[in-house]
């Protein structure tokens, strides 16, 4: 079945920065996009990157544009967030999520892993 | 980018009660492109309907959807105890995804 689980949450002081990963099985990674979707406690859900299924086509949201780059390995089938000058806005659960063949619509996500930016 | 608000915020209804959740975009988009999720508390988001009236794999025909332009909505016509939870819509265009700040549907 679909797996992703995601990893390398945690604390981290302002200003620093963090790099998550999502290990996937059960599926043909190279077959679908990939995205990052975040939720800060409490909140509702914002969307943060998609990266094509090979790599060339990335989006980023407004608030993390410059600051965070999604990458994908195909050999290793994991996804990746790699994430610079954090702030206490960026403090969430980051989610990887997997689209409905076919569609923009998140059909698979993680469980995701917490980032708490605090000093 | 396309704003989409949810309404109510909280809904407070008993089991076996037909409701209806509200996504409202602020400028009209395609069916196509407008998803609804749930989420129950510690867990990740569900899809359950996309391309506006499609349902998802799994996804009990007690849920539909429908609208268009600028409204859309998620009707569920009788509700389940396992129903109460959070629920999203979505929105995707121009590169950009977007989700409404959600309805809770708590049991009254």
């Known amino acids: 079945q679909v797996q992703l689980v995601e990893s390398g949450g945690g604390l981290v002081k302002p200003g620093g920065s963090l790099s998550l990963s999502c290990t996937t099985s059960?599926?043909?990674?190279?077959?679908?996009?990939m995205s990052w979707i975040r939720q800060a406690p409490g909140k509702g859900l914002e969307w943060v990157s998609s990266i094509s299924t090979s790599g060339a086509t990335i989006y980023y949201a407004d608030s993390v544009r410059g600051r965070f780059t999604i990458s994908r390995d195909n050999t290793k089938n994991s996804l990746s967030l790699q994430m610079i000058s954090l702030t206490a806005e960026d403090t969430a659960v980051y989610y990887c999520?997997?689209?409905?063949?076919?569609?923009?619509?998140?059909?698979?996500w993680g469980q995701g892993t917490l980032v708490t930016v605090s000093s | 980018e396309v704003v989409l608000t949810q309404s109510p915020g909280t809904l407070s209804l008993s089991p076996g009660e037909r409701t209806t959740l509200s996504c409202r975009a602020s400028?009209?988009?395609?069916?196509?492109?407008l998803a609804w999720y749930q989420q129950k508390p510690g867990q990740a988001p569900r899809l359950l309907m996309y391309?506006?009236?499609s349902r998802a794999t799994g996804i009990p025909d007690r849920f539909s959807g429908s609208g268009s332009g600028t409204d859309f909505t998620l009707t569920i016509s009788r509700l389940e105890p396992e129903d109460f939870a959070v629920y999203y819509c979505?929105?995707?265009?121009?590169?950009?995804?977007?989700f409404g700040q959600g309805t809770k549907l708590e049991i009254k």
């Open positions: 059960g599926f043909t990674f190279s077959d679908f996009y």
């Open positions: 979505q929105h995707y265009g121009n590169s950009q995804c977007t």
């Open positions: 400028e009209s988009v395609s069916s196509n492109f």
């Open positions: 999520a997997r689209r409905l063949s076919g569609t923009q619509f998140f059909e698979y």
């Open positions: 391309g506006a009236f």
